[in-house]
């Protein structure tokens, strides 16, 4: 009897206070505040192997070390996502896109993965 592999997770890196609506939509998020945290994380994330998806802000891309880049372009796994913020949320008068509104807000924002 072979066992079967471990499903791999999506995981989220934000930015302090921009973790909620990922919260509540049931994702791991790990907040980070600096370079030395999102490489320590990066580098969790590649010994654990468990995540098929690391989502980080586009803002914080630049912030990766040469070793976990070249560690990254080495291994299949975690595809790297990246995702921004709105800069501005705006409201409409109609019923159904304040709802789409709310909706984005309590679970998160869109991501769209790059490849």
């Known amino acids: 009897m072979t066992s079967s592999p471990k499903p791999l997770t999506m995981k989220i890196?934000?930015?302090?206070?921009?973790?909620?609506?990922?919260?509540?939509?049931?994702?791991?998020?790990?907040?980070?505040?600096?370079?030395?945290?999102?490489?320590?994380?990066?580098?969790?994330?590649?010994?654990?192997?468990?995540?098929?998806?690391?989502?980080i802000p586009v803002d914080m891309e630049g912030w990766i070390s040469e070793k976990n880049l070249r560690a990254l372009a080495r291994s299949v796994k975690p595809l790297i996502a990246r995702y921004d913020y709105p800069g501005q949320w705006r409201f409409f008068s109609d019923a159904s896109q304040i709802a789409d509104a709310l909706t984005y807000r309590a679970l998160g924002y869109h991501l769209r993965i790059k490849l």
């Open 13 to 55: 890196i934000a930015h302090w206070g921009q973790e909620t609506g990922f919260r509540l939509g049931g994702a791991s998020v790990v907040c980070i505040a600096n370079q030395a945290e999102l490489n320590g994380e990066i580098a969790t994330v590649l010994e654990e192997g468990d995540a098929g998806i690391l989502a």
